[in-house]
């Protein structure tokens, strides 16, 4: 699914009022109606209070609570009077409300004007106050009724964004001293993009997209900027596979991995990338780690380094196809030299570039150039700040993200929820799937082998990482039927890859 810009957003609602054709107060009323059903069909409560804004948003809080007219909830609705403009279409609204249940509503100029007392704390308080119209940061009367509502034990449903948040910002935007803190948002057509970084997680809570039949077609002519990775795009680019193929049609891999006290990321990365459907692996690790590698992973062919700890040397390059480097590696000069000569014998093949890798790519910056293009890096936030420098806040590290990944020619894919796949023409792609459970030691590792599997089988660079990243955090979710957060550890998503795979038929 796409993700469109504030701007974008605007259009399209004027290209769905022109080309439906649809006057506007009917696409509120649709988007109002909505809500109504997600709210009747989902919650529980016998009150609603809801918090309406002079704008648009404003107006489908007050289409909302005319809605609720014919249930028995006590319902009250508060105009946040910080505008004497009110949007023609609030208007409307604020006069059909009027005229339907006038006792419900009361007009706010001063915070003492709402008794907060009279709100039960079972009660449920919908945030309409701003939406997509805001601007700027929140101040006066619209702050101080924002903060307050903060402060209650309600649950709190926010219309389309929650009030205070921007659906997207600069890097010089400090954010607002004033935004709700919703449980629940309720957002038109796409996700904005501001609901995607782990800045604004306090503000969004569960947030659901609501169809509101805005037209497709400005949406497909948009170009893919920023997209949300669901399941449908995702079995766009599978590829099943052909009955009468063999193993030589999935490619050979090889994994440099593991060093004395680290060979868990090499096993790891391995079985990962074996259970993503690689025909052959051979895994490249330090002498000492033969043994353990041959036993733990039968079905990989090893490698084996001179040196008895550490990688300094590597393997002809023409039988495989794709290489990962660097789970469990270390950064020692003889490593970084061995590193450094791969490069510059890497002709055809797809690269992969994870943890210790990195931080070698981190401390010899020169390196950075001799990547291949299209090379895919798998930072985790604290190696993507090492790479790339730090930043001052989440939109400003999508912003240096593309400004590395176009620098380079490489695919980073920076990991954590919603991990975002960014392409060196910028695009970038925001996983869905994937839980909390999944901070836990070794899952990048598995998440190197799967994107390894994946390139070794002919995936194109691109697709193989948003592809892995789905299959990595589907498998999480899945393992979590079994497992809590606490005890999911990285080898449950390796056995729970295979559902992965089975969940996109
Ligand atoms: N345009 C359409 O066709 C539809 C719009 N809808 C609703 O309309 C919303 C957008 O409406 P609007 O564009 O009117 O915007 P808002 O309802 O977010 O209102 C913003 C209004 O407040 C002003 N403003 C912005 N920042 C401010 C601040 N910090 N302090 C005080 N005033 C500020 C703006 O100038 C604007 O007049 C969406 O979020 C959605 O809820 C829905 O009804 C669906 C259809
Ligand atoms: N809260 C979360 N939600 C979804 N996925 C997560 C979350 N936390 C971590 N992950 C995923 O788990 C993996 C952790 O990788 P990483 O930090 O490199 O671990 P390690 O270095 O221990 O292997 C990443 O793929 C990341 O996206
Ligand atoms: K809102």
Not at 453 to 471: F, S
Request: net charge negative; with cysteine.
């Amino acid at each position: 699914m796409k993700i469109l810009t504030p701007k974008q957003t605007r259009e399209l609602d004027q290209f769905t009022i022109d080309h439906e054709p649809i006057a506007s107060i009917d696409l509120m009323e649709r988007a109002a109606q909505k809500c109504m059903d997600w709210i009747i069909s989902n919650i529980d409560a016998s009150s609603y209070y809801i918090f309406c804004g002079t704008g648009n948003n404003g107006g489908d809080g007050l289409a909302i609570t005319r809605m609720l007219d014919p249930f028995p909830y006590n319902k009250k609705a508060f105009l946040i009077h910080f505008s004497d403009k009110l949007s023609k279409d609030a208007k409307l609204n604020y006069k059909h409300l009027k005229k339907t249940d006038a006792a419900c509503l009361s007009q706010i100029d001063f915070l003492e004007d709402i008794d907060f007392n009279q709100i039960e704390p079972d009660a449920i308080i919908i945030d309409a106050i701003f939406g997509s119209g805001l601007n700027r940061p929140v101040e006066g009367l619209a702050k101080l009724v924002i903060e307050k509502i903060n402060e209650l034990p309600n649950k709190v449903i926010s219309i389309d964004i929650p009030s205070g948040l921007m659906a997207e910002y600069d890097e010089s935007y400090a954010g607002s001293p004033a935004i709700i803190k919703a449980d629940i948002t309720l957002t038109f057509q796409t996700p904005k993009l501001s609901f995607l970084l782990p800045e604004n997680s306090q503000f969004v809570g569960h947030w659901h997209v609501l169809d509101i039949g805005l037209l497709a077609e400005y949406i497909e002519e948009q170009k893919e900027t920023h997209v949300l990775v669901e399941k449908d795009y995702i079995t766009s680019i599978y590829k099943h596979r052909l009955q009468h193929s063999h193993k030589g049609n999935y490619g050979h891999a090889l994994l440099i991995a593991g060093c004395y006290g680290k060979m868990g990321a090499a096993i790891l990365a391995s079985k990962g990338c074996l259970k993503a459907g690689v025909g052959l692996l051979t895994v490249h690790v330090p002498h000492w780690g033969y043994n353990i590698i041959q036993s733990s992973v039968p079905e990989a062919m090893a490698s084996i380094d001179r040196s008895e700890m550490i990688f300094t040397e590597f393997p002809e390059l023409n039988g495989f196809n794709a290489i990962a480097i660097g789970p469990g590696l270390n950064k020692k000069k003889n490593s970084v030299v061995a590193f450094e000569n791969m490069l510059s014998k890497i002709e055809h093949h797809s690269l992969v570039v994870d943890a210790d890798g990195l931080n070698i790519l981190s401390e010899n910056k020169h390196l950075l150039n001799k990547l291949p293009q299209q090379t895919i890096l798998t930072p985790h936030p604290k190696e993507f700040e090492r790479l790339a420098g730090s930043w001052k806040n989440d939109m400003h590290r999508l912003k240096i993200l593309k400004d590395f990944c176009q620098q380079y020619q490489v695919i980073t894919v920076l990991k954590g929820a919603y991990t975002v796949t960014c392409m060196p023409d910028g695009r970038c792609y925001f996983n869905t799937t994937g839980n909390p459970g999944m901070a836990t030691a070794g899952s990048g590792d598995v998440l190197t082998g799967i994107i390894l599997a994946l390139l070794a089988q002919n995936y194109p660079p691109d697709k193989a990482a948003t592809l892995a990243v789905y299959l990595h955090g589907k498998a999480g979710d899945k393992a979590l039927l079994q497992e809590s957060k606490e005890s999911l550890i990285a080898s449950d998503i390796i056995r729970n890859l295979g559902n992965a795979f089975k969940s996109l038929n």
